[in-house]
Structures are given as C-alpha cells and as structure tokens.
C-alpha cells in the first residue's frame, strides 16, 4: 500500500475511535449505566482494531519480503536455466557468474569461474559486444551474436554477456555473400596478328584449343560461358568460384601460354573481372578492368571492386601490332583537335627525360607546322634534358618561345587551348597538375603500362604499353599529320634520343615498328652521332655511377645499390647505374636506391626475367615490366632498402 493511503487508513481509524468515545461521553446524562457500557465496549473494539492493525501491518512487511525473495529466487533460476549461454565478468573479463547453458555450449572443461573470457574466446571483444548491435563470434562450429549490459556501482564494474545463437543467419549471408554474380570479359590478345599468317586449318586448330580451355575452365568452376566475338567470351560465376580462381592466380593464364600459334609465338588472354555489384555494375566493373589489364600489356587478370583493383599475371612482353590503322585514326583525331584550338601546350612528367622532352618537342614541330602557336612547357632547371634543350636552342632560332615554365603556362592557357600530356598517363606525376587542372581539353600519349590513377578525362587516351617510347609512337603519330609530319633536324635528333633512352640503344623493348620510327627519322635528317652526344656524362658523373655500382648487394638474384650523399646528377646516374649492374652473372633486376629532396627514389631495370614494374608498384610507383621506378616522401634510405627487399620477397612469393 502506497504511503499516502496508509496514512488516511490510520487518520480514519483514530477518528472512528474519537467518534465512539465522545458519543459514549453524550449518553452518560441520559443513562449513566448505558454511557460506562458504551465506553467499554468502544474500549474493547478500539483495543481489538488497534492490535489487528498491528498484526495486519506487520503481515504486510511480511508478505511483501517473502514475494521479494521469490521473485529473487525466481529470476536466479531463471536466468540459470535461460535457454541462452549467459555470463557475468569483471572489469577484466574474469568469469564471475555463468548459468547451465554457457557450461553445456560454450565450456565444457570444468569450472569457468574466475576463468578469462577472452582465452575461452579469444575474437570477442568485449567493447563491441556493448555496442548496440554487439559482435558476431564463431565457436564449437556455431555462430554466436554477443551483447553486453554493463552495470556499474561503487566503482565496481560487471558485465552481463547474452550469447545469442546466429548460426542458421550467419550460414545463409555467408550463401547469399557466396553466390553472388562476378562477371568476367576475356580477350585474346592481339587476335589478327597471331592468326593472320597462318593455314586455316591451323588456324581451327588454334581456335578449337582456345575454346577447349574455356569449356575447362567453366566446368571446373560451374559457371556460365558465351562466346561473344571470334577473341571474346564472357563469364559469369559465382563469388565463391571467383575467389577461388584469385586464390589460384588465374591458372588459366598459364595453361593459355601452352597454346602455341606456328612454332613462334604462344596464346596470351587479358582478363577484366568485376565483383562486389549487382550484374550490371560487375559487367561495369569488368569493363573497366579488362581495359586496365589490356593498358598494361595483356596477359595478365584485373580484378576491380568499388574501391580497387587486383593485378594477377603479366610475367610475358606485351605483343606488338602490326596493323597502323588505329594510329593514323588517332593521328587525325589529334590533328582535328589543334585545328579547332586557338593554342596548344605539350608537356610530360615531372623531372622530363629525353623521351618525355623530345616526344613534346617533335609534335611541337609538326604543330607549328600546322600554323598554330604552341609551347613545350618544362622546367628548364629541373629536368634530365638539359642537353637536348641547349642543343636546340642552337639550332632553333625560334627555340625562345617554343619552351615555357609551368607557371607561365597556366597563366597563359584559355579554355579553347589544348593540352596535350606525353610519356605519362599518371595525372600526379605531370609537369605542372595546375595546368592540367585548368585545361578544358587533354589529349594523353603514353606507352608506360596502365595504372589505376590514370587520366580519366583526356578527349584523346592513346596508349600502346607495347610501344618502346612516347617518341616512338609521336613519330608514328605526325607521319600522318601530311606536309605538317616532315621534320627539321632538331625535332628528327630530338624523338630519336628518345627512342634511344627508352630502348637502351635499341637493345631493350624494340620491334619492327621501333626501327621503321627510327628510319622516318634519320630520313628526315637526324644525326645518329649527334644524339648519342646527349647521352655523354661528365668524369664526375662517371665516378658516382662507379661507386653505385660498387655498393650493390645482391639479395635474391637482385642487386641493390644505395646512395644517402648529395650527387649533382643523381637523376641520371642512377638509372645509368641500374643499368651496369645488370651486367653481373646471376643478377635478374637491379635496383638503385637514393635520397633526393627528402624523399627516398628508386630506380630499377631488368632483362625481363624480373617485373620489375610490379614491385614498384608495391612501393606506390609503376612503369615498364624491364624499367620502371618510384618515390616515396618521409622515408629513411635504411627504411626505404628494407621496404624494397619487403617488396621483392612479396613478388616472388606470388610468382612461385
């Protein structure tokens, strides 16, 4: 009973009480015999109420305990017998309370008390389990949602943990997760070339394998297959299917390589696959994945989710193309583009080398030769050309205007300009990103192998990861330009350094279209021994590329040369280095090491029996499976050599 009615219960009972002894009182003139046996009798039932009050009250505490205590009992069986595992822990996780089911599914060793939860279940976290929705945990082959209510008082805190069983829901997501579509686009590479020389019949033959390897690879992987061009085919499996083929690197790459096309050249697939979607953006995501994996050469698998790519394969030379029909194409893309541009601004990467230099400075001509203004934007201080620069501006008497500094540029540049991007695709590495930024039209002219920070928006993307240089493909380029493609001597000397650079003096990277480049351009008047002239080192430079070379180690069959002291032309003498050290017997990559501005840089070169463009990448660069580089901000030369050995170790294992 609520205080405030017990109150007006003990006010009504003395008030009864009152009443009877005043009217006991009134009688006693009337009758005073009536009057004593009144007061007597209201005596008596005043008496008997007070004492049955008493006792009434005292049964009510009474009561009230013994429904308390049952209740108590009650819940402790209760919540003992609940059909759920439940616990309480301290503040460190102890097991200070269980009940029958925790001992019959979760621990069956013994007792628990005083036992550390989290060595029973290592994952539980127990901060996650106070969350709302608490945290997921597998054990004895079931699956367990666990929440916690924490209760804290006098500076003691216990926890209740309630271990819900999820296993049936964990199963079917894990289903639905598992049977999700992946949509994967293949292609076989360089499909005319491979075909075109050869009997029809072997020609079948070829194709019936192609499609025999295909059928394979469905049937072990219970997927579906359609046959989509003479090269293309489309897969659709299951995401279970698609990890395991990850897992297994692709196989199918592989057992592609086995095919073998007139004794010569064997069967290369580019494979672009798209998971984490629906179907139409896996097909999306494939789209874009295949066009990743064909940038970089084919012959290898790209994997894209929303948030990245994988890259699997790539261990072969991307095949050249025969046929120039996309390159004229282009070329009149390109020479539409200038028509209807009041100026026109080339420029390449940062720290331009002779190929990124010479290609901007033979289109340039061929440019000016069209009629229209156009500068090469460069910073003339900073830059791995200097002597291609001053040798034009002996030869050019117009060489003045022709190279500008970045900032002029973008003070400069309208949005009816065009830009065009040479020997580099990667938007982070250009001459200037302002200029960039500003520009309303890009035109992009690459042949290093895709990555994933490409330019996305470049009107023209034209890209040949198996041409050598940017200047190879610049000189195929303005043969089509007409009357406006016949070069001066200086813009002839200028793409074919470049093409020397990149093809190390046409050993590495070359193909019968390098040469036919390199022919245009000795027709045209370039000097063969005028440009190896730009190549020549200072005795200084020559001693600092001795020591380099000297300091390597060779850490599994790769040589690795360090440098941490001011070198007037590191830029130059490392990649030079690089190249002496894969003169040594048993060395398959080399890769040169040195401080510059803060930043550790890395320059590696192979033969091809190293990619080493995949283990720049791991570093956060790229570049060409034979030569490619990186560099990295806040980093020691000690932390950057054991990132690399870190980098090369995770290649190789991937490759075994």
């Known amino acids: 009973m609520k205080g405030k009615k017990w109150l007006l219960f003990q006010v009504t009972g003395a008030a009864l009480i009152f009443t009877a002894f005043c009217s006991a009182a009134i009688i006693i003139k009337d009758s005073e015999l009536l009057s004593w046996t009144m007061l007597f009798v209201t005596a008596i039932v005043s008496f008997v109420f007070i004492m049955q009050f008493v006792i009434a009250q005292k049964n009510i505490h009474k009561y009230i305990a013994e429904v308390d205590e049952q209740i108590n009992n009650t819940e402790r069986e209760t919540i003992y017998n609940f059909p759920a595992p439940t616990i309480i822990v301290d503040e460190n996780g102890k097991i200070v309370w269980f009940n029958k089911r925790f001992m019959e599914y979760i621990y069956e060793s013994g007792d628990p008390f005083g036992v550390n939860i989290q060595s029973v279940i290592p994952e539980l976290d127990l901060e996650k389990a106070a969350m709302r929705n608490g945290t ?20 003691i805190e216990l926890r209740m943990l309630y271990f819900e069983d999820v296993t049936d829901y964990v199963i079917l997501e894990q289903e639905y997760k598992n049977t999700r579509p992946a949509v994967m686009l293949v292609t076989l590479d360089n499909y005319e070339d491979l075909l075109q020389s050869i009997k029809e019949s072997d020609k079948a033959r070829i194709l019936i394998q192609i499609e025999k390897l295909m059928e394979s690879f469905i049937e072990e992987n219970a997927g579906v297959l359609r046959k989509t061009a003479a090269d293309k085919f489309l897969v659709i499996l299951e995401e279970q299917k698609i990890s395991s083929v990850i897992e297994n690197r692709f196989k199918i790459l592989d057992n592609a390589r086995q095919i073998v096309v007139d004794d010569k050249m064997t069967v290369t697939l580019s494979i672009g696959v798209g998971r984490g979607g629906n179907l139409i953006e896996s097909e999306d995501f494939a789209k874009q994945a295949l066009d990743m994996a064909l940038g970089r050469g084919g012959d290898q698998a790209a994997v894209k989710t929303e948030n990245d790519y994988q890259f699997f394969g790539g261990v072969s030379k991307g095949i050249e193309k025969q046929t120039k029909v996309k390159t004229r194409m282009i070329a009149k893309g390109i020479m539409g583009l200038i028509e209807e541009s009041t100026a026109v601004y080339i420029m390449g990467h940062r720290f331009g080398d002779l190929d990124s230099i010479g290609s901007a400075v033979g289109l340039a001509e061929a440019v000016r030769n069209m009629g229209k203004a156009v500068s090469v934007v460069v910073n003339a201080e900073d830059n791995l050309a200097i002597p291609l620069i001053d040798r034009i501006n002996e030869m050019d008497e117009n060489a003045e205007t022709l190279f500008i500094t970045p900032d002029e540029a973008v003070a400069e ?24 930024q500003k520009a309303k039209q890009v035109v992009v002219i690459d042949h290093h192998r895709k990555m994933t920070n490409y330019i996305e928006n470049a009107v023209i993307f034209h890209h040949e990861p198996y041409a050598s240089s940017a200047s190879e493909m610049v000189t195929e380029l303005v043969q089509y330009f007409g009357d406006a493609g016949k070069l001066s001597q200086y813009g002839a000397e200028a793409l074919l350094s470049g093409i020397m650079l990149d093809t190390k003096s046409f050993v590495m990277r070359t193909g019968v279209r390098t040469f036919e480049a390199a022919a245009y351009l000795r027709k045209m008047g370039a000097d063969t021994v005028a440009v190896r002239s730009l190549f020549a080192n200072s005795m200084e430079s020559y001693h600092e590329k001795t020591k380099l070379v000297a300091s390597a180690e060779v850490y599994e069959r790769c040589a690795i040369a360090t440098n941490d002291t001011p070198i007037e032309n590191i830029k130059v003498v490392a990649p030079q280095a690089a190249d002496e050290l894969l003169g040594i017997a048993g060395v398959d990559a080399a890769f040169v090491i040195y401080m510059n501005n803060g930043m550790a840089c890395f320059s590696a070169r192979s033969l091809g029996a190293m990619n080493v463009q995949i283990v720049m990448e791991k570093l956060g660069g790229g570049g060409h499976q034979t030569m490619a580089g990186a560099q990295i901000e806040g980093m020691k030369l000690s932390e950057a050599k054991d990132a690399l050995i870190n980098a090369i170790d995770q290649h190789r294992k991937e490759i075994s």
Not at 137 to 154: G, P, Q
């Open 413 to 436: 540049i309208t949005p009816t300009s065009l830009l065009v991007i040479v020997d580099t695709h990667n938007q982070d590495i250009v001459e200037s990103p302002e200029l960039y």
């Open 136 to 155: 997921i945990i597998e054990c004895k082959e079931k699956y367990y949602r666990v929440c916690a209510s924490v209760n804290k008082k006098d500076e």
